[in-house]
């Protein structure tokens, strides 16, 4: 039984560079969710799918935030012309929405420092 | 705004105490509740979810829930030095629906002392 993986587990990139994370999911599970953590801080949510439609974006994702999850199993996030403030461990989570309700599973995040 | 609020601590007890974490949510609609926990570095693990008021047990972990107060609480038994890390709680405003997303608190800061 896998869990959630996420790859880079660290990434390091100077100022306006392009990154891209990816998230494998639980296999089963229908939903994916990003959020972002700082120190200190809870995680934030980002964004989340359901198979393969993002329904909710947060105001938190600009316009330098893409996130894909092209036919329902691993989902990409991508943010463009980084800037020092996205330095932050990047969170996927995975879920089976069920009759009974939802548990979010989080895998080992991505984190990210932006020189 | 939806917020979840938890004393940062540090909390810190002896070996074989009995740890009390508390959390309040400001949304009176929230259904469904979870504890996290995170080790420095690491990604947030869960430890248990409660749906109803009332008492959940699980092992050394109990949860407790409060709709009428907007108050969860997750007490650890017999505490342990390797239980010694950050609890988060997480709230889902939406039981089962379309909003997904949970809501986090900063996270209270456990210490156990051998």
């Known amino acids: 039984d896998t869990g959630v993986s996420q790859d880079p587990r660290h990434k390091i990139t100077k100022r306006g560079q392009n990154v891209t994370f990816r998230c494998d999911p639980i296999s089963e599970h229908n939903r994916l969710y990003w959020y972002r953590q700082t120190l200190g801080q809870g995680p934030e949510f980002l964004t989340y799918?359901?198979?393969?439609?993002?329904?909710?974006k947060s105001r938190l994702l600009s316009d330098r935030f893409s996130a894909e999850r092209p036919k329902g199993s691993f989902s990409t996030l991508e943010i463009q012309r980084t800037e020092q403030g996205d330095s932050a461990m990047y969170l996927c989570a995975s879920s089976l929405l069920a009759p009974g309700g939802e548990t979010q599973y989080f895998g080992p995040g991505t984190r990210l420092l932006v020189l | 705004q939806k917020e979840v609020e938890q004393n940062s601590g540090p909390l810190s007890v002896p070996e074989g105490a009995i740890a009390s974490l508390n959390c309040t949510y400001s949304d009176r609609g929230s259904q469904s509740f979870f504890w996290y926990r995170q080790y420095s570095g690491k990604s947030p693990e869960l430890i248990m979810f409660?749906?109803?008021?009332g008492d959940k047990e699980d092992g050394r972990f109990t949860a407790q829930l409060n709709k009428a107060s907007q108050y969860v609480s997750l007490l650890i038994r017999d505490s342990q030095p390797s239980d010694s890390a950050t609890y988060l709680c997480a709230v889902n405003p939406v039981y089962g629906g379309s909003q997904g997303n949970l809501i986090f608190g900063k996270g209270t800061k456990l210490s156990v002392k051998p």
């Open positions: 409660i749906y109803s008021n």
């Open positions: 799918f359901q198979n393969e439609a993002q329904l909710e």
